[in-house]
């Protein structure tokens, strides 16, 4: 039994760090295609450069570029066991070629959680939100504040906002997500996915 399991629901709904604790859980690796494209942006490879103008503007990425990404992800052997997609799939488009990809491998998604939450919670969540830039550490302002003032606790690394997560791109960002990624829940819930709310 593998543990194929999709995390969907808009930026800031805490799927990265639910993510980071379940891969522990079910010893499968955490596929982040966020952090992916991150990634490529600092090694900057021709991807990475491709998707910049994109992710700066709080837009998705060409379905074309992130599905071959994560069908090359997929085929790593990491992933026998099972996997967390956390930011993928995003469109429909994205959804069915995952379902696809699955089919080849003779296998299936198990289950979608689904993270729920209100415009208002979410925006002050992203806006809210610091990462390490070392380590890839998240923290959040007000709440869960690094100790030292733009220092990681973990790494002692540098903890920054993410570009996209000033308060005109997040907002965007929401907007894209209601637009092209909250449906899928739908798509899923009529096949036979299981999906956790
Ligand atoms: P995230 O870290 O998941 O919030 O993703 C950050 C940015 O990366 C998004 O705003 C998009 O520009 C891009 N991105 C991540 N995953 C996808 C995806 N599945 N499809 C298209 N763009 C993506």
Redesign the pocket.
């Known amino acids: 039994m593998s543990y194929d399991i999709v995390l969907l629901g808009p930026?800031?709904a805490g799927?990265?760090s639910h993510a980071t604790e379940l891969k522990t859980t079910y010893d499968v690796p955490h596929i982040?295609?966020?952090?992916?494209?991150?990634e490529a942006l600092k090694k900057q490879t021709p991807l990475g450069l491709e998707?910049k103008a994109?992710?700066d503007?709080?837009?998705?990425?060409?379905?074309k570029?992130?599905i071959g990404l994560?069908e090359e992800r997929l085929k790593q052997n990491d992933t026998r066991k099972g996997f967390l997609l956390?930011?993928?799939?995003?469109?429909l488009e994205?959804a069915k070629e995952l379902d696809k990809a699955l089919r080849q491998m003779k296998r299936a998604l198990n289950l979608v959680l689904y993270f729920k939450t209100s415009a208002e919670v979410i925006l002050k969540r992203v806006t809210g939100r610091r990462v390490c830039k070392a380590c890839g550490k998240i923290y959040n302002i007000p709440n869960f504040p690094p100790k030292k003032d733009g220092v990681c606790d973990a790494c002692g690394g540098e903890v920054i906002q993410?570009k996209?997560d000033a308060p005109e791109t997040a907002l965007h960002?929401l907007k894209?997500y209601e637009e092209q990624t909250a449906d899928l829940v739908e798509y899923y819930r009529k096949q036979d996915t299981k999906v956790w709310d």
Do not use: N, W
């Open positions: 930026p800031g799927k990265g982040s295609t966020g952090d992916m494209l991150r998707a994109f992710m503007r709080g837009e998705l990425v060409p379905d570029v992130v994560v956390d930011g993928f799939p995003r469109t994205q993410r996209d960002r894209v």
